[in-house]
């Protein structure tokens, strides 16, 4: 570096030597040759003293990083023998051991999300994992949404400068599934297929609304599916979950890539109607969105549509889990604080 | 959207009790937002004549008035003919006037949602005032606060002020994003339409909006108006017409009234009047001041009305007094020389309708909707304009509703038509005509539904039906655009009959069984052996902030970049899930310091990283799955806890895996691998946090695949999250962890007593523990005596220290035969034979 001043330059051409900063270490911030160029900061006109004070604290930076990058290096570890299960002159007792099981835990959102595959798993849903970034074909437009149509604002999406999208809802995930189901639609058995996974919503995040949540979609195709299958399959798997009978109410909706659209909603399990603070005191709770699948997504991915039809639905996990252990905060499922984590097992 | 339910009464009978119908709104025609009941906050006020107002003689600002209240209100003192004393400061009190007076006792309406105000009668400069006069404001009916609710018709003194403007209103807020594609419900009409369907009753429609016998002509062809529409493509209809001679004030209190409840702030007559028929029937209007519009042209005699795209650099200074810079897709109204409205979303300033304007010219358009919304979106307005043209208007019911509101505007404001109704309309899409059987539809919904059934069901909503021998021939009515296949008429069937009607049955289908998905259950089983052993599961963001890649020395130039992050913490897409395993590390040490014992602990993630360079066949980023794992001690309990590496913890962790799940993998020095690895962007970016000399690559055995990194972090790591000193980690690939095939490592039980044997070994520090392991093994496994098994294990590594070339490792083996009790001499000879052995190719020494 090179100062404006030639009293500090000369300081620093000598300071700055990195043998006498090793040997000196942090006490060369106190050397004299500092404190000599302080006294004449004092002495200095009024027009220069500032821009001379700024030097010397350059100077001093200088410095500063100089020796904390000598420490860096003088710190640096000696190579250990990386093949060894141990290292040497450790006695036993202090050879590293797994912590006890009671410290550990599983993440609620994931245990949870492995009870609801087990119960698709039984009523013979196969899965799939969810992509986490994913063109605008299948965000958008495989399923129903034109270019530029409003109904794609009702998801704030995160683009990436490529013009990729991270996922707002599973469902970019059903034309792969369609078009891989067709075999089996083929050979007279269902498509029938869950698809959990990470979602991105870009919006402000408060203790209810996180930028990212987990989804869980399903879908199912063959032919003669209606909507009564539909409210049956979605209220059968409820009432597995829950472990008690439930009430369900589809609301019309509209989404671009079913007909008719839904939302659903599910008397409250917590109390049964009586209105509690899961529930907002209404008894009911609104749970997600499903639709029997819009032909021309099943045309989409070449599907016969006056053969086949078919439902998907689509819900969060994380309220699910909220709801269940009374979480107040949505933003403790990705804070990674152990205080957290390990009230669960 | 917010509708009055006594507006929709105007146009349908609503039988059910208010319960029932707002459950039967939200099943069948979308979710209910809010439900809020008008009567109880008006509860009390009454509709007054003032008989005598006077000016209060010790108060320049207040009159004292006596009220006729039809002499209904007990409990309050009245003079000898009966009328009460109201003290009242407004400017337009007068006698004879008809006005609201809220009574002691009630509750000041506007007050009624936050703090409640009750009246009570007071003394106000020496005169008892009981109760007060109320403004519109304070009636919570608009914002004006200038004077007294004038109230402009005729009715009784004593009449309750809900009777009076039906109050006993529930306000229905419902859900847009229902009406997506359903312009129509954003209009009382049609929401009115809807409920009558839900009723099973058949409504008619009011016959302005659906017989056009004539179109009125002008009064007198006073003024002429031109348009010239550049783009019919994106503006398929532009009607336009002149009221002149009109008187701006307020309009009508039943108006005011009713646009206040469902969400819109009364203006002034004109523009009340535009958005009365807006409300109505989903279709905004707009009114330009016909002269300011003529200021503004060349030819100022006859001006034209330019529909065109924007000119760049063109500017408009809006009705919300905030001038825009416009863009070349944004649709716009002008003048041959001057801009003077945003289409569909907001008008000029330029030519807004004041209190000076004597004529107007009223618009009736229908705007392509992917334009309307780009430019809502480009310029962030969101007006209730923007809402309804977003949602693709018939352009078929402008010229009902243009001839409604001339004649809205003539009664409200005494003015005249003083044009032709100028219509530019080029209609390309034709209302849709579909076939559909009973079959199709039963079959979708899984009901029993007659053609008669769906005929009448389809009716009730004045959806044209024709019933033919076995099917329906059906067609959209001229208000609707959402009709086009045979699926929308099953929404609607399915929908106005009730949906919680339908049968419910589980699919049926044959047994085959599905396929578990392998990911999944690998995941589940390394999450239960990794908490079994004492680790945490945690989740962290796929997004990260630019800090993290700095910290790790990451390069973002590989990393996806969020183009519209809100905030800086999600800009990138992470390219290895160990920087965010990192970045809680201090947070959980400082969080548990000085107040637990042993503060440490074990975390992991499984999760995906992605990266720009390596994409899959559909040119997507892969999805690289990987499992990351930190240890971290804090110094006090590693002190008392731990001696050596902290890279052994890590690595302990790691090899409890590749045990439990039989992973074929090599541990080799990290730095022996770093020059094969440097072309590899992914990997690269990986092992950046982890010291070279002090962490190993994961290596499949296989084939030499780089599988992952374990080790300790680099020393600006470790100074950049401030991490404890016993702190390891590992990441390695997920793709390494297999479907478990029926593979066992099970070895019968032998019926003899097993021995075991420690054998000492020193060697040269450059020999790798497990060169010595791995030879020492294969000479037992050739040596050993027939039928019998043997482990080997690690006692300690320990080096002297006047002797630090060395190293001396302490190994212990335990045999058992499966036919005879083995003697310490057989295993002395074989240790001999199996030093000797490594003796020569290893340089070892037996101690």
């Known amino acids: ?345 | 959207m917010k509708v009055s339910l006594n507006w929709i009464k105007d146009f349908t009978d609503v039988d059910m009790q208010p319960t029932e119908l707002m459950e039967r709104i939200s099943s069948q025609l979308g979710a209910i937002e809010s439900i809020e009941y008008l009567g109880d906050k008006y509860k009390g006020s009454l509709i007054v004549k003032v008989v005598e107002c006077i000016k209060h003689d010790r108060a320049d600002k207040l009159s004292v008035c006596k009220i006729d209240d039809g002499g209904n209100l007990k409990d309050v003192a009245r003079d000898e003919n009966g009328f009460i004393q109201v003290v009242c400061g407004a400017p337009n009190v007068k006698a004879d006037m008809l006005a609201v007076w809220i009574p002691p006792k009630a509750i000041v309406p506007a007050s009624y949602d936050k703090e409640q105000f009750v009246l009570e009668s007071r003394e106000l400069r020496g005169k008892i005032s009981h109760g007060m006069l109320a403004s519109p404001k304070e009636l919570a009916f608009s914002d004006s606060h200038e004077g007294l609710l004038e109230v402009d018709f005729k009715v009784e003194p004593g009449t309750t002020f809900i009777q009076a403007y039906k109050l006993d209103d529930y306000i229905i807020e419902l859900e847009n994003k229902m009406f997506t594609h359903r312009p129509d419900c954003f209009g009382i009409l049609g929401i009115a339409r809807e409920i009558s369907g839900i009723e099973n009753r058949v409504f008619k429609s009011p016959e302005w909006y659906k017989e056009i016998l004539d179109i009125p002509l002008p009064k007198e062809n006073k003024y002429t108006i031109a348009v010239d529409n550049k783009i019919q493509e994106l503006v398929p209809r532009f009607i336009s017409v002149i009221i002149g001679d009109v008187q701006i004030k307020r309009s009508p209190t039943l108006i005011q009234s009713f646009l206040s409840r469902v969400g819109i702030r009364p203006i002034n007559n004109i523009v009340d009047a535009t958005n009365y028929m807006m409300a109505l029937t989903g279709q905004p209007l707009h009114a330009y001041d016909y002269d300011k519009v003529k200021s503004l042209s060349n030819n100022e005699s006859s001006p034209v009305l330019e529909v065109r795209l924007a000119n760049e650099d063109e500017k408009l200074t809006l009705l919300n007094e905030k001038e825009i810079k416009l863009n070349k897709s944004d649709i716009v109204i002008a003048t041959d020389k001057q801009v003077i409205g945003l289409a569909g979303v907001m008008g000029g300033l330029n030519t807004e309708v004041d209190e000076t304007t004597k004529n107007i010219i009223l618009e009736c358009a229908t705007f392509d909707m992917y334009t309307i919304r780009k430019t809502a979106m480009e310029h962030g307005i969101f007006s209730d304009a923007v809402t309804r043209f977003t949602k693709g208007q018939s352009p078929r019911q402008n010229m009902a509703i243009t001839i409604r509101a001339i004649k809205l505007i003539k009664d409200i404001s005494h003015s005249h038509q003083y044009s032709q109704i100028v219509d530019n309309s080029k209609i390309v899409k034709e209302n849709s005509v579909i076939s559909i059987t009973p079959e199709f539809v039963n079959k979708r919904l899984g009901t029993n539904l007659s053609i008669k059934d769906m005929a009448r069901i389809l009716s009730n909503v004045e959806i044209i039906v024709n019933e033919l021998d076995r099917e329906l021939r059906v067609s959209e009515p001229f208000w609707r655009t959402d009709i086009e296949i045979k699926e929308d008429l099953v929404e609607e069937i399915g929908r106005l009959n009730g949906y919680y009607k339908l049968p419910q049955e589980l699919p049926l289908r044959k047994i085959n069984p599905t396929q578990k998905n392998l990911n999944f259950g690998l995941n589940a089983s390394i999450r239960e052996s990794l908490s079994g052993a004492g680790a945490n599961e945690i989740l962290s963001s796929t997004f990260i902030h630019v800090h993290l890649f700095e910290k790790v020395n990451q390069n973002t130039q590989f990393a996806i970049e969020i183009a519209n992050a809100l905030s800086p913490d999600l800009q990138y897409y992470r390219l290895s899930l160990t920087p965010s395993l990192l970045d809680i590390v201090n947070l959980n040490i400082r969080a548990n310091q000085g107040i637990i014992e042993d503060n440490e602990f074990a975390i992991y993630e499984i999760g995906k990283s992605h990266n720009l360079v390596d994409l899959d066949d559909d040119r997507l980023p892969v999805e690289h799955r990987s499992i990351a794992f930190i240890f971290a001690a804090d110094n006090k309990t590693a002190k008392r806890k731990y001696q050596g590496a902290p890279y052994y913890f890590a690595k302990n962790y790691l090899s409890y895996l590749i045990d439990r799940n039989h992973l074929e993998v090599k541990i080799v020095p990290l730095r022996d691998v770093l020059n094969n690895i440097n072309n590899h962007t992914r990997i690269h970016q990986l092992i950046s946090a982890y010291d070279p000399d002090r962490s190993a690559a994961v290596l499949s055995l296989v084939d030499n695949e780089f599988m992952g990194v374990v080790g300790e972090f680099k020393n600006s790591v470790k100074k950049a999250f401030k991490l404890p000193n016993y702190c390891s980690g590992f990441e390695v690939d997920m793709r390494l962890f297999k479907e478990d095939v029926a593979t066992s490592n099970y070895i019968p039980l032998p019926k003899f007593p097993k021995i075991n044997q420690d054998i000492c070994l020193k060697v040269d520090n450059s020999i790798k523990y497990i060169t010595l392991f791995d030879a020492i093994k294969l000479q037992i496994e050739e040596n050993k005596p027939k039928d019998t098994y043997f482990s080997l294990n690690l006692v300690d590594i320990f080096q002297k220290d006047e002797d630090l070339d060395h190293k001396q490792i302490t190994l212990r083996l335990i045999i058992n035969s499966y036919n005879k009790t083995l003697t310490t001499d057989r295993i002395n000879e074989l240790l001999s034979v199996v030093t000797e052995s490594v003796q020569n190719s290893l340089g070892v020494e037996r101690i």
């Not at chain 1, 009293?7 to 620093?12: C, T």
């Not at chain 1, 998801?155 to 707002?168: R, S």
């Not at chain 1, 990470?198 to 930028?211: I, L, Q, T, W």
């Not at chain 1, 589809?250 to 671009?256: K, S």
């Open chain 1, 1 to 345: 570096m090179n100062y404006k001043f030639p009293q500090i330059q000369e300081v620093a051409s000598r300071l700055t030597d990195p043998e006498i900063i090793k040997h000196q270490g942090k006490t060369i911030l106190r050397s004299p040759e500092l404190g000599k160029l302080f006294a004449h900061l004092k002495e200095m006109d009024s027009k220069d003293r500032a821009e001379f004070g700024q030097e010397i604290n350059q100077l001093k930076t200088e410095l500063l990083n100089m020796i904390d990058n000598q420490e860096d290096e003088l710190t640096v570890l000696d190579p250990i023998d990386v093949t060894a299960p141990v290292d040497i002159n450790v006695s036993s007792e202090k050879h590293p051991k797994l912590l006890s099981s009671s410290n550990g835990s599983r993440h609620p959102l994931m245990t949870e999300m492995d009870n609801i595959l087990d119960i698709f798993y039984r009523m013979g849903f196969s899965s799939l994992e969810s992509r986490q970034i994913d063109d605008d074909f299948h965000m958008f437009e495989s399923l129903n949404f034109p270019k530029g149509h409003p109904a794609r604002d009702d998801y704030d999406t995160f683009m990436t400068t490529e013009g990729l999208i991270a996922p707002a809802h599973t469902s970019t995930m059903q034309n792969r599934v369609l078009i891989e189901g067709k075999k089996l639609l083929d050979s007279n058995l269902p498509i029938a297929t869950v698809l959990p996974g990470r979602v991105f919503r870009n919006e402000d995040v408060d203790a209810r609304h996180g930028h990212t949540f987990y989804q869980i979609e399903g879908i199912y195709v063959d032919k003669g599916i209606n909507t009564g299958n539909l409210i049956s399959t979605f209220k059968t798997f409820l009432e597995e979950y829950y472990k008690q009978d439930m009430e369900i109410i589809l609301q019309p909706f509209y989404f671009p890539f079913t007909e008719p659209s839904f939302e659903f909603v599910l008397s409250c399990p917590f109390c049964q109607k009586q209105g509690c603070n899961v529930c907002s005191y209404s008894g009911w709770i609104e749970l997600g969105g499903c639709g029997m699948i819009h032909p021309k997504v099943l045309k989409m991915a070449g599907i016969e549509s006056d053969i086949y039809t078919g439902f998907a639905w689509g819900f969060g996990v994380d309220r699910l889990v909220m709801m269940k252990h009374g979480i107040e905060d949505i933003r403790h499922f990705m804070a990674g604080k152990l205080e957290f984590l390990r009230q669960f097992s």
